[in-house]
């Protein structure tokens, strides 16, 4: 995750202070948002940074200046080392996420033996969260199987759908939830880790729950008996015996979209 303030400053002598920081922006609108951050002591504005602590490496700096200013945490994943899970895991803050938890080699959860590694355990005993993250390429039902037996069930279970993943395998955020009712994660579970948990994990507990005052958002779904085919990004294919379907689609507390028989 690259070099510590005091490498660079042994490399650098002739700067004393290192900072690290980020830009910010929002596109889709008319023009790009960038977020700004006021200093009060210089009465301007500018993008998030701060200095680099002793140990820490001017990248994490940037990250974690970042997700100080706006108050949300951290959401990171690893692919291909460097740097390396454990690296990454020991750098993140209680409340910061960890997604594609489920993800098969490189960069699993579990070692060569089937254990969970030690880092993992050590990082949710801290308070990291884990997200499923299913996409093209980050949800093995080897690893997904193991983990559950294990009583490791994800925080948070998201389908990643994008333009690589959106006809398969992930295709959306019930078949992911399909996937893991018949994995054998509890119901409960599935739906708190799609819905409330994910909305507390930003800030945003108004959201995934029906208490009163509520935005007024829900999904009636009904869960269907047969044999249905599900696939990994591994290509492993098993066949479930339920799946669930969404009924209605409720938003602001007014049915949104029916499903069609």
């Given at each position: 995750m690259g070099r510590t303030s005091d490498r660079l400053r042994s490399e650098n002598p002739g700067i004393s202070v290192w900072a690290g920081g980020g830009v910010v922006v929002r596109e889709g609108g008319d023009v790009p948002e960038f977020l700004l951050v006021y200093r009060p002591h210089r009465k301007d504005w500018t993008f998030p940074k701060g200095k680099v602590g002793p140990d820490e490496m001017l990248r994490s700096c940037a990250l974690r200046e970042v997700a100080e200013e706006t108050g949300l945490p951290l959401m990171t994943h690893v692919d291909f080392p460097p740097p390396d899970r454990d690296e990454v895991l020991n750098f993140m803050r209680p409340g910061d996420i960890w997604t594609h938890c489920f993800r098969p080699f490189p960069n699993a959860a579990l070692d060569g033996k089937g254990s969970i590694r030690d880092a993992v355990i050590r990082a949710r005993e801290r308070g990291i969260l884990f997200d499923l993250g299913h996409?093209?390429?980050?949800?093995?039902?080897?690893v997904s199987r193991s983990m559950l037996e294990?009583?490791?069930?994800?925080?948070?279970?998201?389908?990643?759908?994008?333009?690589?993943?959106?006809?398969?395998?992930?295709?959306?955020?019930?078949?992911?939830?399909?996937?893991?009712?018949?994995?054998?994660?509890p119901l409960v579970e599935i739906i708190r880790a799609s819905t409330s948990t994910p909305a507390k994990s930003i800030g945003r507990p108004e959201l995934g729950n029906l208490k009163v005052g509520s935005p007024g958002d829900a999904v009636v779904i009904s869960i269907e008996d047969g044999q249905f085919e599900y696939r990994d990004v591994t290509d492993e294919v098993f066949l479930g015996k339920q799946r669930m379907v969404a009924e209605k689609v409720v938003v602001g507390g007014e049915i949104w979209k029916e499903r069609e028989h």
């Open positions: 996409g093209a390429g980050s949800l093995s039902f080897n294990k009583e490791f069930l994800p925080d948070t279970i998201s389908s990643d759908v994008h333009q690589v993943s959106i006809d398969g395998p992930a295709f959306d955020i019930l078949v992911t939830m399909s996937k893991f009712l018949c994995l054998g994660m």
